[in-house]
Structure formats: structure tokens, C-alpha cells
């Protein structure tokens, strides 16, 4: 399997670890809690709350980037090339998902632009 197949598995199961964060540091997240944690969630405030948007932002990222990964491979676009980029992918993701706890607007934005590119380009030398 190649580096970038593997940064598809990591990048499915990032968000997991912003919600993660968002539920279980707070001590609040009990058993009537799980039975609707998607509410209870939404009941979040500060950096807490800002995990979850992570979590959920990082879904929305997911989808376009494995496509992206696949369509390369099936496009025999170069190996290096696309490890390197999916691999960009999932660094520019992580410090996305810190930027976005941690309230930072601007360094967010530009590692959310930042993975975006790497998408874009994934793309770009499929064709």
C-alpha cells in the first residue's frame, strides 16, 4: 500500500480525534450523554465547541481528498508526487484542527487553503 493510501486511512479517522477531545475533557460526557451525543455536543462552549467544528470540518475535507488520491493513482500520475502531497494533506490537516481548538482565524484559514491545494494538485497531475 502506498504512502498515500495510507494518509487516506489517517485522514478518514482525524476528525475522530477532535471529538474525542471535544467529549471526553470535560467530565461531562456521561452515559445519557452517549445515548445523544450529537446533542449534547451542539451544547459545547469555547475550545470544546471549537473541536467539534473541527471534527466536522475535517469530514467535509475527507471526501474530495480521497477521491483525489484514487483518480491519481488510477492516472498513473508520479508515486512521489502524489505520497508527498497526500502526506502535505494530512499535516496541513492536523495543524488545521489545532489552529481551529486553539481560535486561531488566520493560521486556520491558510492551512484549510493549504489542503485545499493539495487536493487541487492531486488533481492537477492526474491529467
Known sequence: ???????????????????????????DFKDAENRSPRDFLETLTGWRKRAHWA??????????????????????????TIDLLAVAFVALRVLH???????????RSITWFGAVGCVIALFAIST
Do not use: R
Request: aromatic share 18%; no cysteine; charged share 5%.
Open 97 to 107: 484542527g489545532v489552529f481551529y481548538i486553539g481560535d486561531l482565524g488566520y493560521p
Open 55 to 80: 471534527q466536522l470540518n475535517g469530514f467535509e475535507a475527507f471526501p474530495p481528498f480521497a477521491a483525489a488520491v484514487i483518480i491519481a493513482h488510477q492516472q498513473h500520475a508520479p508515486q512521489t
Open 1 to 27: 500500500m502506498t504512502t498515500a493510501y495510507w494518509s487516506v486511512l489517517i485522514a478518514a479517522y482525524l476528525p475522530i480525534i477532535w471529538t474525542a477531545a471535544a467529549k471526553f475533557t470535560g467530565g
